[in-house]
């Protein structure tokens, strides 16, 4: 059975400071993983989607690794600003199911 | 471009009564997924619909039931509402059986007495 985490559960940083968010998911058979961004009590936006055979995907200040082999992917935000505050959830597609499996996010609060 | 619609915004219901939530998808997509998240987790897959049939389904009873419309719009029906009902209902539509990027909606939050 897929079970995704992410660590940390919540971060607060500094404007400016350049940050890492952490994905695991226990089973490498992935079709693709995507990372999410949500604002408190809104719907989901899409991030950065990568499929199982890339390395990474970049998107302005945003970039976003895979390792399947190990289970792992990473989030990397670049030069952080307040608007960045929110909450990053990651979410696994496994070959032979549809469905988006979720991590339980990780809180991001960036203070000026 | 219309991006992924749903209604109502807030819902609240008491206890054994019924609900349907509805959900417009993008322009262009096929297949839309419902997906419930509980305060401070992730979102836990309900069901999924691709051309009006339902095509794969989460851990969730019998009294979660859904329909697609022929515009790709649809909806999800709670019957028999417990207080654990209680959370954000998300919709999410993309193309190709949900092998591409899903695009959210601004969910419905459902509050059960």
């Known amino acids: 059975k897929q079970e995704v985490t992410q660590i940390p559960a919540a971060l607060s940083v500094p404007e400016g400071e350049n940050l890492v968010l952490n994905c695991s998911f226990t089973d490498s058979a992935i079709y693709n993983l995507q990372w999410f961004r949500q604002d408190p009590g809104k719907g989901l936006t899409s991030l950065l989607l990568i499929q199982s055979s890339q390395r990474e995907q970049t998107s302005g200040r945003l970039n976003a690794s895979l390792d399947k082999s190990s289970g792992r992917s990473t989030l990397y935000i670049a030069a952080s600003q307040p608007g960045d505050s929110a909450t990053y959830l990651c979410a696994v597609r496994s070959d032979n199911t549809d469905k988006l499996i979720f991590g339980t996010g990780t809180r991001l609060q960036v203070f000026p | 471009e219309t991006g992924v619609t749903q209604s109502p915004t807030h819902l609240i219901k008491t206890r054994g009564q019924q609900v349907t939530l509805r959900c417009s998808s993008q322009s262009g997509h096929n297949t839309v997924s419902w997906y419930q998240q509980a305060l401070g987790q992730g979102p836990q897959f309900i069901f999924q619909y691709y051309r009006e049939e339902e095509n794969g389904r989460g851990n969730f009873p019998p009294r979660f039931s859904g329909l697609q419309f022929p515009n790709y719009s649809s909806e999800l029906n709670v019957n028999a509402l417990e207080l654990d009902d209680s959370a954000l209902y998300l919709c999410?539509?993309?193309?190709?059986?949900?092998?591409?990027?899903?695009?959210f909606g601004p969910g419905t939050r459902l509050t059960v007495l």
């Open positions: 999410a539509s993309s193309l190709g059986q949900g092998r591409d990027t899903q695009y």
